[in-house]
T-cell receptor, first 113, second 113 residues
């Protein structure tokens, strides 16, 4: 079975721009969670989607948003980028979270200049 | 809330030795615990998990021990190999209602040949 895929793998943007990241979960997985990883804050939860519905949201500003499509693919969007948004954005999928575990993708490395 | 701490930021072991990585959590209602391994440039890779109704779980060369009395979790790696060199994270689910993993800051395991 193919793992979680994320596109693009690397992205460079400038302050004030917006960005959209994409995540394709493992086939059959309907739960998708997003995390931000930075050297200073570590791994922090952004939000979780299941069957196109956001079920949980972390403590991030409204500039961070996401959605899930009927095929379980998910996107996250960050508007009005700030330098501090530079991070590795990770997507994790699960067949039935939290009954079943989460499997992570390789991440998208976002650099904001 | 939940806070998760690791006892050592770096652990250096000789190839063939056993490794023990420790993690402490704060919320006694925490229900689900996962260990992930992250290699440079990659997303976290699932190693092993354990639920709060268990004290010990074994996988291939890895064992997770859960001590709910002192809120402590450990990952034991038998016969450590150079390929085990990575950053290891413990992740804790504070309660199933919250649905968001809280991660420790990670322990870098260095395996000396």
């Amino acid at each position: 079975k193919a793992g979680v895929t994320q596109t693009p793998r690397y992205l460079i943007k400038t302050r004030g721009q917006q960005v959209t990241l994409s995540c394709s979960p493992i086939s059959g997985h309907r739960s998708v969670s997003w995390y931000q990883q930075t050297p200073g804050q570590g791994l922090q939860f952004l939000f979780e989607y299941f069957s196109e519905t956001q079920r949980n949201k972390g403590n991030f500003p409204g500039r961070f948003s996401g959605r899930q499509f009927s095929n379980s693919r998910s996107e996250m969007n960050v508007s009005t980028l700030e330098l501090g948004d530079s991070a590795l954005y990770l997507c994790a999928s699960s067949s039935r979270w939290p009954t079943d575990t989460q499997y992570f993708g390789p991440g998208t490395r976002l650099t904001v200049l | 809330g939940e806070s998760v701490g690791l006892h050592l930021p770096t652990l250096s072991v000789q190839e063939g030795d056993n490794s023990i990585i420790n993690c402490a959590y704060s919320n006694s209602a925490s229900d689900y615990f996962i260990w992930y391994k992250q290699e440079s440039g990659k997303g976290p890779q699932f190693i092993i998990d354990i639920r709060s109704n268990m004290d010990k779980r074994q996988g291939q060369r890895v064992t997770v021990l859960l001590n709910k009395t002192v809120k402590h979790l450990s990952l034991q790696i038998a016969a450590t190999q150079p390929g085990d060199s990575a950053v290891y994270f413990c992740a804790v689910l504070p309660d199933t209602g919250r649905r968001a993993l809280t991660f420790g800051s990670g322990t870098r395991l260095q395996v000396q040949p």
